[in-house]
């Protein structure tokens, strides 16, 4: 999952800092999440997938589709 986030953040042109500010929490908190040192809670992989319009099966790599 830490992987794909961090996929859809580059290929949006995105920083983390603009993917934490929609998150409402800070760049390095969100860092933590794209290398796994933290795991990410269920209510901000929903607020992710909504973010990317995705599904929250893609993220979790239960799907390839996006």
């Known amino acids: 999952m830490y992987?794909?986030?961090r996929a859809?953040?580059?290929d949006s042109d995105?920083?983390?800092?603009q993917v934490a500010g929609y998150l409402?929490?800070?760049q390095t908190g969100y860092s933590k999440y794209?290398?796994?040192e933290n795991?990410?809670?269920v209510d901000v992989v929903?607020?992710?997938?909504?973010?990317y319009k995705t599904t929250t099966d893609y993220?979790?790599?239960r799907t390839d589709k996006r």
């Open 59 to 61: 993220l979790l790599g």
């Open 39 to 41: 795991s990410i809670p």
């Open 24 to 26: 409402g929490m800070s």
């Open 46 to 51: 929903v607020k992710l997938a909504d973010f």
């Open 3 to 5: 992987e794909r986030i």
């Open 34 to 36: 794209e290398t796994g």
């Open 8 to 10: 859809l953040r580059e």
């Open 14 to 17: 995105l920083t983390q800092a």
